[in-house]
């Protein structure tokens, strides 16, 4: 993460006086570990967690649901590994945290209180406020078996909490069913969004943080989900992990691709906080934690063909307001488009789960989704002959400018 780091530093020096470092309150976040195996448990341990002992700079990790997949008994473990990175650490539990047989909500996290504490509690630091929050409402014998939502009680301590938070501090809200909907779908109750809201409505600086999804994107609140602030609520949808659910091809070292349905890899996030509010976010890969995208172009194609083949850049972090170029050989940069479609990388990693003739991981990697951050461009086939060097930038809202590169070639070919 040096590289990272670096630039992060760099990024935010501007906002203090020359020669001064502004103090930095760095969080780990992550989420959906979901563990169904001690085996699992070994691959978040070298995946995610061992990477960061003693190379990480964080005062505080955040885990934001799914600790586990359905087995309690492995809560002990998962503690035990985040335990190593050495920093105080408060758990959010998931739907899969939910103890099986459970009658009701109110009896439905026995093995998550015994095993990790309160389900609901806030933290003060002196950069930022922090409330973690259960937001799975159990319904034991309905399909789904659950929802989003909260409880009275939940809004009683609020309530009290908020009362005498610092409104000139970063408020953070961490919890493991996202706040927004996708079309068509009814996935948290109307009215308890509305009411934590309108607790939130004073609060000038104020960051969600959800899980659950296994994919990852930006939404920022307006008046259509029933937020009435002066500047729209960012939500962070962070990405998993686990990733699919430690699924996919193992490496070398034995840990499955775990790719999320998005394109994204599985990995970590970070937060990094200052005075006034001040805030960035970065996504870090397991296995290339500095890694800001991923690219997709064909190896070869003909030389004079129509260019309907081109380059996809998976920018992790991306939004509908991120800037995505492209150049090729060194040329003039040219916009990319936004697309909403699966990323072409991991169809074809389905397509070669479909045509193996045996399994090539425990689970396949999973069926490729529309991905929320993915750009595309044409690449020009009236070239010279040869190889050529395609390159990418993306611009972050934090970091600023970061490049990937890919290379194609063009070949001549008689009809």
């Known amino acids: 993460m040096r590289g990272w780091l670096a630039l992060f530093l760099l990024v935010m020096a501007g906002t203090a006086s020359a020669g001064a470092k502004p103090e930095t309150l760095e969080v780990l976040v992550f989420s959906d570990p979901q563990v169904k195996s001690m085996a699992d448990v070994d691959y978040y341990r ?7 002992v003693g190379r990480h700079a964080a005062r505080l990790g955040l885990s934001l649901g799914d600790i586990v997949d359905d087995a309690p008994g492995l809560y002990p473990a998962v503690e035990s590994v985040d335990a190593t990175l050495g920093v105080p650490w408060l758990y ?89 909907e996708e079309r068509g779908r009814d996935t948290f109750r109307d009215a308890d969004r509305e ?77 990094r906080i200052q005075a006034g509010g001040k805030y960035a976010l970065a996504w870090h890969p397991a296995r290339d934690p500095d890694a800001a995208m991923t690219l997709h172009a064909p190896k070869v194609l003909r030389r004079g063909a129509y260019p309907a083949w081109g380059v996809y850049a998976n920018v992790f972090m991306g939004d509908a307001g991120t800037r995505v170029e492209y150049r090729v050989d060194g040329g003039e940069w040219k916009p990319m488009k936004k697309v909403v479609q699966p ?52 611009f972050d809202r934090w970091l600023g400018e970061r490049r990937a590169a890919t290379a194609y070639r063009l070949v001549e070919a008689a009809p």
């Not at 009362?163 to 927004?180: G, N, Q, S, W, Y």
């Not at 000038?204 to 002066?230: D, K």
């Not at 193996?356 to 002959?385: F, I, K, M, N, V």
Request: hydrophobic letters at 40%.
């Open 195 to 271: 009411r934590l809201f309108a607790l939130l409505q004073g609060f000038p600086h104020v960051l969600l943080l959800s899980g659950h999804s296994h994919a990852q994107r930006h939404v920022w609140h307006g008046a259509e989900s029933g937020w009435r602030g002066a500047r729209p609520l960012h939500e962070y949808n962070v990405g998993a992990s686990c990733g699919a659910f430690w699924s996919g091809v193992k490496d070398a070292q034995g840990i499955p691709d775990a790719t999320m349905s998005d394109g994204t890899p599985n990995g970590y996030a970070t937060l």
């Open 343 to 394: 990323d072409p990388a991991l169809l074809a990693e389905n397509a070669k789960d479909d045509e193996a003739d045996s399994l090539r991981g425990y689970d396949r990697s999973p069926e490729a989704t529309p991905s929320q951050h993915l750009w595309r461009a044409a690449l020009p086939t009236d070239l010279a002959p040869g190889e050529h060097e395609v390159e990418v930038r993306e």
């Open 92 to 180: 959010v539990p998931g739907n899969h945290d939910v103890d099986a047989g459970a009658s009701d909500d109110a009896s439905s996290l026995g093995g998550f209180h015994r095993a990790l504490g309160k389900d609901t509690h806030g933290r003060r630091e002196k950069l930022a406020t922090f409330v973690a929050l259960d937001d799975v409402v159990a319904m034991p014998g309905r399909k789904p078996a659950y929802i989003g939502g909260f409880r009275d009680d939940q809004f009683a301590f609020l309530e009290s909490f908020l009362a005498t938070a610092p409104k000139d501090r970063l408020l953070v809200i961490a919890v493991h069913i996202p706040l927004f």
């Open 46 to 52: 070298r995946d995610i967690v061992e990477p960061l």
